[in-house]
């Protein structure tokens, strides 16, 4: 499929690369970036310290691609081809255009649905964690419980995070307020035969948790720590019922002191 690629210039063909590569499988999250974005040189400013085969890789998306390379380094210039783009596209899709487009396809629900039950199947958002390239798979946003989910599909779970950004999703609904949706305080309530788990209990649990993980902690250091209910434990353990309790010499000095008054007063 990529061996046909060739420098035609005929209006027919310009967008030949990118009408490709948008429509194959795995590529549903991209929208096609306009050709006057992919040659203006303001729009791509640094990305020729990022992308190996930078000039080549650009010729290849805007199709004017006329080197006889062999398949090898054919290769690498595809991938970095779709690197590039992957780049661009992050950048393109806050602007005017791009945000409109994305719009259209979040519309349609191209991204998936949220799989929450309680946001019945709200539609999603693609977005990154992190602005720079291999560092983050791409996840799925959804504006209802705002929390961030895995791509169902292995293909899509691959994609880079920063051909998004971390900024798209947030720009998307400052620029259409209305369609960012009511949030709700419904939650999952847990139930045993139709009465609610008691909150109390389900905190105590995770305190005893929480406990049992911190004294594992601390003997991994060789740090015995008791807490103080274990420690009255073992003092009551060690009293021994049948000793004559002997008073504390102050309070015996206490009590002379208090019959000398009584004394004196006498």
């Not at 303001?42 to 805007?62: K, R």
């Not at 039950?117 to 539609?123: F, M, R």
């Amino acid at each position: 499929m990529m061996e046909d690629f060739n420098s035609e210039t005929d209006s027919d063909y310009t967008s030949y690369w990118r009408d490709w590569f948008v429509s194959s499988r795995g590529n549903e999250y991209f929208c096609e970036i306009d050709e006057d974005y992919l040659t203006d040189r303001f729009n791509l400013t640094g990305l020729n310290t990022e992308v190996p085969y930078y000039q080549y890789a650009l010729d290849l998306v805007t199709d004017v691609f006329d080197l006889d390379a062999d398949d090898d380094l054919r290769e690498q210039i595809e991938k970095s081809a779709r690197h590039l783009y992957g780049l661009v596209h992050a950048r393109y899709i806050v602007t005017t255009r791009g945000l409109a487009k994305m719009l259209d396809k979040y519309k349609k629900c191209d991204f998936g649905k949220c799989p929450r039950v309680l946001c019945d199947g709200h539609a999603l958002l693609p977005m990154g964690q992190a602005d720079i390239p291999n560092m983050n798979t791409v996840k799925l946003y959804c504006p209802k419980c705002e929390d961030i989910y895995n791509p169902k599909s292995s293909r899509h779970a691959s994609i880079d995070g920063a051909y998004f950004g971390t900024s798209f999703h947030s720009i998307l609904f400052q620029v259409y307020p209305a369609l960012n949706p009511e949030k709700s305080m419904r939650r999952f309530e847990p139930r045993i035969y139709g009465f609610k788990v008691h909150a109390a209990a389900a905190l105590a649990r995770w305190q005893d948790g929480m406990r049992e993980d911190l004294g594992a902690r601390l003997a991994e250091y060789d740090i015995h720590h008791r807490f103080i209910e274990e420690s009255d434990s073992d003092d009551d353990d060690a009293y021994d019922y049948g000793e004559e309790i002997v008073p504390a010499k102050s309070e015996k000095v206490a009590g002379d002191a208090a019959s000398g008054r009584m004394d004196l007063g006498n």
